[in-house]
């Protein structure tokens, strides 16, 4: 999203990711010493995408050292650490939480007492899980993916992001490739059955439009059934 686009909807403030950094660093933390941010929502919404960049300003805002997102760090690049669905085996046709109990026992459960998690994150274009990497007790824990944000999850702020099926659809299909539109599809209707049953949208903290993600800022929509409802 260009920082100049015109003709915004007064509806759909903009705000920066360095002010949301901000916001989340003044949070009590959730999970240890940790305030654990949770960005949730459907696939192909732009998760990834916001993640990344939040983890990069949180460096600057006061957030611990330490690789983003699986890549390695290297200057100008590190901030607060990401831990994805994406990071473990989930299948097309499994309950879209497979991954919430290993990620217990790799990095919540440690992070939670005060220690590093150790966590092998799944290749999926290889079928292979990577080295072990430390996960810091950082002062912020990004946890991207389907059901990060479920009623389950110790989060000290929970993001909701979104985009229309459409777009989501062309996103996954470049990612993913043309052959897995019928499994995404399946997926899709599996996730929003997942969402509507946990009531993850309306206990969000924040809602994100996932369509037009800025370098710097983001909009932002309403959130109509409150802050931190359905808690």
């Given at each position: 999203m260009p920082d100049d686009a015109p003709n915004r909807p007064a509806t759909s403030p903009v705000t920066s990711y360095a002010a949301l950094a901000a916001r989340l660093l003044a949070l009590p933390p959730s999970c240890g010493p940790s305030r654990l941010v949770a960005v949730d929502g459907p696939s192909g919404a732009g998760k990834s995408t916001?993640?990344?960049?939040l983890a990069e300003v949180l460096v600057g805002a006061g957030g611990a050292p330490g690789g983003a997102g699986g890549r390695p760090p290297s200057e100008g690049t590190v901030g607060a650490p990401v831990v994805r669905s994406d990071?473990?085996?989930v299948p097309w046709d499994a309950d879209?939480?497979?991954?919430?109990e290993p990620l217990r026992r790799a990095v919540l459960d440690p992070v939670g007492a005060g220690r590093p998690g150790a966590l092998?994150?799944?290749?999926?274009?290889?079928g292979a899980y990577g080295p072990a990497e430390e996960v810091p007790a950082a002062p912020v824990l990004l946890v991207e993916g389907v059901g990060a944000a479920w009623a389950g999850s110790p989060a000290a702020f929970?993001?909701?992001?979104?985009?229309p099926l459409d777009l989501r659809r062309a996103r996954a299909a470049d990612r993913d490739g043309a052959e897995?539109?019928?499994a995404w599809d399946r997926w899709s209707a599996r996730e929003t059955a997942f969402f509507a049953a946990d009531g993850t949208r309306a206990r969000a903290d924040l809602h994100v439009d996932g369509a037009r993600l800025g370098r710097d800022r983001f909009r932002t929509t309403p959130v109509r059934d409150g802050p931190g409802s359905g808690r």
């Open positions: 916001f993640a990344d960049r990071d473990f085996r879209p939480l497979t991954w919430w092998r994150r799944y290749d999926w274009r290889r929970r993001i909701w992001i979104d985009a897995y539109a019928d």
